[in-house]
């Protein structure tokens, strides 16, 4: 037996994302990343793949012991047609950092700036968002909320940690 990938076929993909789907909501992200990087490899520019594997591969940044895989986030967002979704999933991606900061006693003073940045990309998002899609504004609301109820403030080195809400 050859240790080797094998490819999926074309007509397959959207009962592939389903299924991506359901292991996201089984709490197996690693799964749907995996099945992600299938649909991805016959359909590079699969918007519902690659936002899908950006999903699985953020769900992973709470994982004790999982090497973050920020990078590879950030590459999948460049990906991203829509510039709200880039806009989005970057908040996402810093608000995660964030909440995972919260769970590392040692770390926990740099969720702030975190949550500072996920607001900034909030921000940028709603303005621009799709009719009805209030998306990011429940996010923003989520990231004051736990700013406030986890106390957080700026790190005293932080040269701007001030979140400019007029810009």
Not at 66 to 83: F, G, H
Request: include cysteine; proline fraction near 3%.
């Amino acid at each position: 037996m050859e240790l080797i990938l094998h490819n999926i076929h074309a007509d397959s993909v959207e009962l592939a994302l389903e299924k991506a789907r359901q292991y996201r909501s089984l709490n197996e992200p690693e799964i749907a990343e995996s099945i992600c990087s299938d649909i991805l490899h016959i359909e590079p520019d699969n918007q519902k793949a690659i936002v899908l594997y950006i999903l699985a591969l953020s769900d992973q940044l709470h994982h004790a012991g999982k090497k973050t895989q920020v990078k590879s986030i950030e590459e999948a967002i460049e990906k991203l047609q829509s510039r709200y979704q880039q806009f989005y999933y970057t908040g996402l991606l810093h608000e995660r950092r964030a909440r995972f900061m919260l769970t590392q006693s040692m770390a926990r003073v740099f969720a702030y700036d975190y949550f500072i940045e996920a607001l900034q990309f909030y921000q940028k998002a709603e303005k621009i968002r799709p009719e009805h899609n209030d998306e990011a504004t429940l996010r923003w609301n989520s990231c004051i909320r736990t700013i406030e109820k986890e106390n957080l403030k700026p790190r005293p080195d932080s040269k701007d940690a001030r979140l400019d809400m007029e810009s």
